[in-house]
């Protein structure tokens, strides 16, 4: 009456980022990218035009995830598991795996776009459409020397205000390395979590695991900090179609599911990267 399975690992972005349902094949929002120019002015001084907002238009299609499980139909009818309920709850699951790989590592191409696959450059020379990233300072590890620097360093790269809703993303070993560190007190800069289902927290911001963030390595972009709620979008078209199908492929049964949905960075300031090198 009850299948064992393994435990699949499932990517926290959705949990974090800003999801919108949407009842076309794309969602799209414009976004000001710079505000008006102003200034000061004596009471009688000419006036002169100042220049305006400057908008970016951000496109984010829906695209679709699909699964065709089969199961013949006298295992539908003489098992005591409910197979159609078993495999749709399955479904879903993997649904769930392969969209939160999508939101980190997507290329864009037939998937979300992952906050990983945009271009990135080094903080201080930081432009909109682009990721920023903190180095290390040292290639593959954190530096000898005070090693947790860089950290406080990525935590503030970010504006008050996003930071204020920050929260890191790493993989399991990065976080296993990350949780050894310590400050000049040798007091563990990690915090267990105060209370069931809270995450930990790291220098006072909550820590959530993705395993398909990568690991520690030469040139990686291993641990990511920012307000995921304002920088990444989900875009979800309204439905999960479920169509059961016992004519095409006799004796089995088929059931095709299909789910659109879309991603991407809606806000290329909201998110910094720590990048493992020199």
Do not use: C
């Amino acid at each position: 009456r009850e299948i064992g399975k393994r435990l699949t690992a499932l990517s926290p972005i959705r949990a974090i980022a800003d999801v919108r349902t949407i009842s076309s094949g794309t969602y799209k929002k414009p976004f000001m990218t710079s505000g008006p120019a102003v200034g000061w002015v004596a009471e009688t001084a000419a006036r002169t035009q100042t220049t305006s907002p400057v908008l970016d238009e951000l496109a984010f299609p829906a695209m679709e995830l699909y699964a065709m499980p089969a199961a013949t139909q006298t295992l539908l009818d003489d098992s005591a598991v409910n197979i159609d309920e078993w495999l749709a709850i399955e479904v879903e699951a993997a649904f769930a795996s392969q969209e939160g790989t999508a939101f980190v590592t997507g290329d864009g191409s037939g998937k979300p776009k992952g906050f990983l696959a945009y271009d990135t450059v080094a903080e201080s020379a930081w432009e909109w459409g682009k990721l920023g990233f903190i180095a290390t300072g040292a290639a593959g590890d954190f530096p000898a020397a005070n090693p947790a620097d860089p950290l406080v360093d990525l935590v503030y790269a970010l504006k008050a205000g996003y930071r204020q809703n920050g929260s890191f993303v790493m993989s399991r070993r990065t976080q296993g390395a990350v949780r050894k560190l310590k400050d000049e007190n040798g007091q563990y800069l990690w915090a267990p979590p105060t209370a069931p289902g809270t995450p930990p927290t790291l220098l006072g911001f909550p820590v959530h695991e993705a395993e398909e963030m990568p690991n520690i390595g030469a040139g990686s972009l291993s641990v990511a900090f920012g307000d995921f709620r304002r920088g990444y979008l989900v875009v979800d078209r309204a439905g999960v179609r479920v169509l059961r199908d016992p004519y095409s492929a006799k004796p089995y049964v088929l059931f095709y599911t299909t789910k659109r949905v879309g991603g991407g960075v809606q806000d290329f300031d909201a998110i910094k990267l720590l990048k493992f090198a020199e």
